[in-house]
């Protein structure tokens, strides 16, 4: 590969957030070289492109290196190394993130990938001992003998870790009955960010003492890094009923949602997936969606099989009162894979109507959502932008996907104000900036618009007990005292 | 007793800077060695302040009776599934000391359904994390440190919850056994059948007055008729005299059970947690109680001079197998009462956090070891 002068592309948040390196690099190398046999660090410019960002493209900067450590020891000693140099580091899972959060501008990666190992499982009591490299996938399938899963799951299952899992408190689809990550972590082995190893929360209930295992999932990687993660497993459903509701209208699929649960029916899941959507995804994956429609919704039940065809009757009576057109109901598993493939590489799939892709994932009261479609639409006219809304519809939880072609002269702008508009109006009706996809560096500049400053400064002095000399994923999650006001918002990426 | 009937007044109340015992109704003073600050009740700070049920998620002021809540939510058919002791118990009372009932099996805690809240710190400021909707990753989890807290960081104003449709049907499925021990296993073997109980609590001999046996195994269930109809199908193959109570008929039992945590006033109640399939060779032969399937048991001891090491023994045997040990409550006036095992030193972090939260010791001081 040809050499080329390197230059990240980061925001101006990015930048702001994110101080420079100043600590003994070289030293680092060094003392890489001494910990980790050749094979388990990079640090060669053309390989480290590999890791310049996560899922989510607005910021690419390159690490010092990545190393590949495979045990706690050999993370503690990495990171007790990055201490005494004074250079930041980070953890990095499958780089399937959507905020930013493993972007490491000069500062030290240390991948999972090699820490994959399930480490015990405990079927009777239902938990299990996992490395963070676990993908979140393989753990169900290795569980699937004991007739029990990992419940969270993400859409990016087939890839993402577990220790991502953890960093991001991600959800998905079937989170709306079972919960997102946090509600499925029991305990942490974490490698604190001075080296040192912590076990935060355990196999028992209710210990006594802070809930320190609630506070670290979800910090974003900047509360130190997961080295073993007891997770509880939840028994497989003995029965699934899956049924695919087909609408004219987004505002009657917007009613079916409310009216599912309005009726006291609580899904598993719900899932939205509009037009725009249905007909990148069907071509190719065959998932048996009608193209014409404006909007299908996915809704699946389970449970114990007595009361399941009841069930998904009254699910589809709630769906036809709501003027669907037509309801389906997966007639055996392998129709139910297929719908649920369709569903789950839809934002893959989205890639066929355009090259790039940037969303969002605002939360909003469900009751709110037939408006905010409605607005969105609006957004996406006003900035001649392409939108597609694939999303967790039971939850409120927004994946407004917005397409564009970034060789397209000004459509970045265009595409971050639409984006900066959908954030804005989740924020007037009362909703969340993100619901899975974190903060990251991408979402830094609207946590104003989300909490006062008193509030952000209670986080910033928590991390700073776990984290207090900031090497650890600095940057990230919380926007720094008094930076990234409204002036940081908008401006484009440097280095384009 | 103070009793602040807004949050200015509580603000106000906080700056005069002298130590003070935030509560709610009380019901839970008897939890942990005790604070001998000047008690301030914010149960004046009450109410449901936002509810949409079409979102599934209420709004409440933490002085608020959960009962009172679950009224307003029983009216549009949803409930918050938490069951935890006593009628007058404040959602602030039950978010600070982690409060939970039978049905925990099935629903978790206070933590899995707090969505947000707001607090103020000892100099009266109020800041607040998570939101109101249902999923959210936006800034840290800062209110899960405040459940089971015991209002140490913070006194709680208002709480954001996750709430959800009502169960059609209710019941509780009781067998007589002739021992605690064959009630434990008894429901250890329901716990791992295909049954999706509510709630396997195992019990001693000491609901006599409600229902006769020397113990017993009472199964939770809820759900629609065919799903309540198989549990009573698949439970009589387990054999052994038992009795089903439906709908408001097994309130008696449910409230009977709920309210043992204040019950026995005059012994150390020990609180053992560990992983379910090893609590029954953790539990000693005495007065006793099981939440199977979740890993708890509660028993109690005689206040004397060796409840001290016998709770620190008990521990130990716990937390070889990950588990542990420690008193609840214990009489007041019993020798040595502050020098129970309360609680063990966990990490550094948490006597951080709250020097951090409350460098002068301010704030609940006293009930709980951290």
């Not at chain 2, 019901?27 to 914010?42: D, R, W």
């Not at chain 2, 009450?46 to 409440?60: K, S």
Request: with cysteine; charged share 25%; proline share 7%.
């Amino acid at each position: 590969m040809k050499q080329r002068a390197y230059t990240p592309v980061l925001t101006q948040v990015a930048r702001d957030s994110i101080p420079p390196v100043t600590g003994d690099t070289p030293g680092l190398l060094a003392d890489l070289e001494t910990l980790l046999p050749p094979e388990r660090r990079v640090t060669s410019p053309d390989e480290l492109f590999a890791y310049e960002c996560d899922a989510q493209t607005f910021d690419r900067a390159l690490p010092l290196a990545v190393a590949f450590p495979e045990t706690t020891e050999e993370v503690a000693a990495i990171v007790r190394a990055c201490n005494k140099r004074n250079v930041p580091f980070l953890a990095r899972g499958a780089g399937t993130g959507l905020s930013g959060g493993v972007v490491a501008v000069g500062a030290l990666v240390l991948s999972t990938s090699r820490m994959n190992r399930i480490l015990e499982v405990d079927a009777p009591n239902r938990q299990a001992w996992v490395q963070p490299g676990v993908v979140n996938l393989h753990l169900s399938r290795a569980l699937a003998p004991h007739g029990l899963h990992y419940a969270p799951d993400p859409s990016s299952q087939y890839a993402c870790t577990i220790g991502g899992n953890v960093a991001e408190n991600s959800g998905g689809p079937h989170t709306l009955k079972y919960g997102v990550t946090t509600n499925h972590i029991l305990g942490l082995e974490v490698v604190m960010p001075d080296g040192s190893v912590a076990l935060l929360g355990g196999p028992a209930p209710d210990l006594p003492g802070y809930d320190l295992t609630g506070v670290f999932v979800g910090s974003e990687g900047t509360f130190g890094i997961a080295t073993r993660i007891l997770v509880r497993l939840t028994p497989n459903p003995e029965g699934v009923k899956t049924v695919l509701a087909i609408f004219d209208t987004v505002l009657d699929a917007c009613r079916g949602v409310t009216e599912i649960l309005a009726r006291g029916i609580l899904p598993a899941a719900i899932e939205m997936i509009d037009q725009r959507t249905l007909r990148a995804v069907e071509p190719y994956i065959k998932a048996g969606f009608p193209m014409d429609a404006a909007a299908v919704l996915l809704v699946e039940a389970d449970g114990l099989v007595d009361d399941l065809d009841d069930q998904a009757r009254r699910i589809v009576e709630a769906c036809t009162s709501m003027k669907a057109r037509e309801v389906r109901l997966a007639k055996d598993d392998e129709e139910r894979a297929r719908l649920w493939k369709g569903r789950k590489q839809a934002f893959g799939c989205l890639g066929r109507l355009a090259p790039n892709y940037y969303t969002h994932d605002g939360v909003i009261p469900r009751t709110k959502l037939p408006e905010v479609l409605d607005e969105i639409g609006r957004i996406e006219a006003r900035h001649r932008v392409m939108i597609a809304n694939v999303f967790h519809a039971g939850d409120g939880n927004l994946h407004p996907v917005i397409l564009y072609d970034e060789r397209e002269e000004g459509v970045i702008d265009r595409v971050r104000q639409a984006g900066d508009e959908i954030l804005a109006l989740v924020a007037r009706v009362g909703g969340g900036l993100s619901g899975e996809h974190g903060i990251g560096i991408e979402k830094l500049a609207y946590m104003k618009d989300f909490f006062g400053e008193a509030d952000l400064a209670e986080m910033r002095k928590v991390r700073d007990l776990f984290n207090p000399r900031a090497l650890c994923n600095p940057g990230k999650a919380v926007p720094a005292a008094g930076a990234c006001g409204p002036a940081g918002r908008n401006k484009l990426p440097v280095g384009h | 007793m103070r009793e602040p009937a807004t949050e200015d007044e509580l603000a106000a109340i906080l700056r005069e800077g002298k130590p003070v015992h935030a509560v709610g109704n009380g019901t839970k003073l008897h939890l942990g060695p005790g604070s001998e600050a000047e008690p301030v009740a914010v149960r004046r700070l009450a109410g449901v302040t936002a509810y949409e049920p079409g979102d599934l998620v209420a709004c409440v002021r933490a002085g608020t009776r959960l009962a009172d809540l679950q009224a307003e939510l029983a009216r549009h058919g949803q409930w918050l599934p938490i069951d935890p002791p006593y009628a007058e118990a404040t959602i602030g009372g039950i978010l600070a000391t982690n409060s939970s009932g039978p049905r925990r099996l099935a629903y978790g805690t206070m933590r899995d359904h707090l969505i947000g809240l707001r607090v103020m710190g000892p100099d009266g400021s109020v800041t607040r994390s998570g939101g109101r909707v249902v999923k959210n990753v936006t800034g840290y989890d800062l209110h899960k440190l405040h459940v089971g807290a015991f209002g140490t960081l913070g006194v709680l104003l208002e709480a954001n919850f996750k709430v959800r449709p009502r169960p059609e049907l209710s019941a509780a499925v009781v067998f007589a056994c002739a021992s605690f021990r064959e009630a434990h296993q008894l429901l250890l073997k329901v716990h791992a059948s295909p049954l999706r109980p509510v709630a396997l609590e195992a019990l001693d001999g000491r609901l006599k007055h409600l229902i006769d046996g020397k113990a017993l195994a009472i199964v939770g269930v809820e759900g629609t008729r065919p799903v309540l109809d198989r549990h009573y199908r698949e439970l009589e193959t387990l054999g052994g005299k038992r009795a089903v109570l439906e709908g408001e008929r097994a309130e008696p039992l449910w409230t009977a059970i709920r309210n043992l945590p204040r019950g026995l006033v005059d012994f150390v109640r020990v609180r053992i947690g560990a992983k379910p399939f090893d609590l029954p060779r953790l539990v000693p032969d005495g007065p006793a109680w099981a939440q199977v399937g979740t890993g708890i048991a509660r028993i109690d001891l005689p206040p004397t001079a060796d409840a001290s090491k016998r709770a620190r023994q008990l521990h130990e045997t716990a937390a070889g197998l990950g588990g542990y040990a420690v008193v609840e409550s214990a009489p007041p006036g019993m020798p040595d009462r502050a020098k129970l095992p309360w609680g063990f030193p966990g990490h550094a972090l948490m006597r951080a956090i709250r020097q951090s939260r409350d460098p002068r010791g301010m704030l609940n001081y006293g009930r709980m070891v951290v």
